[in-house]
């Protein structure tokens, strides 16, 4: 059974930083792809970044692309999400997936579509205040 659990949101000011991490275990796949998503209240939820474990590209959506960066470490199956100059807009649940059988995320957008996904974390809650 493949099971992820996110860790690291909190509270923290407009501006600030916070470093997300998602630890998968029980993973079998060879090829495949950790995304990050968010869901604010009352909104449709919504795809962040993605990686690719077999080539380390990566993704990110219009909204935090220069602000946020994912990343992997493969050995420990741990995947992160640093986020800096954080708006409160930025403010919702955080939830990685994986998607099996994706070699690249290079300039692929679907990697940000949460329905292709086969697995979720609980998520974690990011606060940003003003």
């Known amino acids: 059974e493949v099971q992820l659990v996110e860790s690291g949101g909190g509270l923290v000011q407009a501006g600030g930083s916070l470093r997300l991490s998602c630890a998968v275990s029980v993973f079998t796949f060879d090829d495949y792809a950790i995304g990050w998503f968010r869901q604010a209240p009352g909104k449709e939820r919504e795809g962040v970044s993605c990686i690719s474990n077999d080539d380390g590209s990566t993704y990110y959506s219009d909204s935090v692309k220069d602000r946020f960066t994912i990343s992997s470490d493969n050995a420990k199956k741990m995947v992160y999400l640093r986020m800096n100059s954080l708006k409160p807009e930025d403010t919702a649940v955080y939830y990685c997936?994986?998607?099996?059988?994706?070699?690249?995320?290079?300039?692929?957008?679907?990697?940000?579509?949460?329905?292709?996904?086969?697995?979720w974390g609980p998520g974690t809650q990011v606060t940003v205040s003003s």
């Open positions: 997936a994986v998607v099996e059988g994706v070699t690249t995320v290079q300039a692929q957008p679907m990697c940000l579509i949460h329905l292709v996904y086969d697995y």
